[in-house]
């Protein structure tokens, strides 16, 4: 996916899913954040569509609320980041043969909590998540299935360094199988 511009519908190359679509609330999007660590505000009630979340922005490195509305549709998919004035969108192309995302920033009346180029920044790796995670629902094989799995019950429900430290946890226990694999080829080949 090339660098995310405002207004430009980025074709994602997979096919429209609306079950996909239908079921992506505010907070597996908000989730998909790979910056934000979000939680409920105790200041300001509601849960679900319009809901306030207090977000610490790690790349921003500023903490904020905001109300998040999404809304779903027949090929068309919207959702609403209130104080920032940003509107990310989907929608199926080619008769269903195709997805595409775009954003948009517009604060309206109201002075936004973020300037234009930070949600600029946030975009430019928050949609390439979207992406990512919408390949997971477009194809059923059984390694969809797992990292479907691990997404939505492990690495959705933790906040960023939480996933930070997961994944370098995750290579080093790969750099430790490799290093036993090659000591014991070695030991082998040494001792016979």
Known sequence: MDTP?????????????????????????????????ITESETVRGTGDGAAYDIDDILSDRQYTIHVMTESGPDHWVAR?????????ARSEENGENTALSFEIDPGDEEPVIS??????LIEHWLPSIREYYRLFTADTWRNR???????????????????????????????????????VGFYFYAN
């Not at 980041?81 to 969108?89: A, D, N, P």
Request: proline share 5%.
């Open 81 to 89: 980041f209130g104080e920032t004035g940003l509107v990310i969108r």
């Open 5 to 37: 511009t405002e207004n430009i519908w980025m074709p994602l190359n997979l096919p429209w899913k609306q079950d996909f679509w239908d079921e992506l609330n505010s907070m597996k999007t908000m989730r998909l954040n790979p910056h934000w660590h």
């Open 116 to 121: 234009r180029e930070q949600v600029a920044n």
């Open 146 to 184: 797992f990292f479907r799995f691990l997404m939505n019950k492990v690495m959705l429900s933790m906040n960023p360094t939480q996933r930070r430290i997961c994944a370098f946890m995750f290579k080093l226990t790969i750099l430790e199988a490799l290093l036993i694999i090659v000591l014991g």
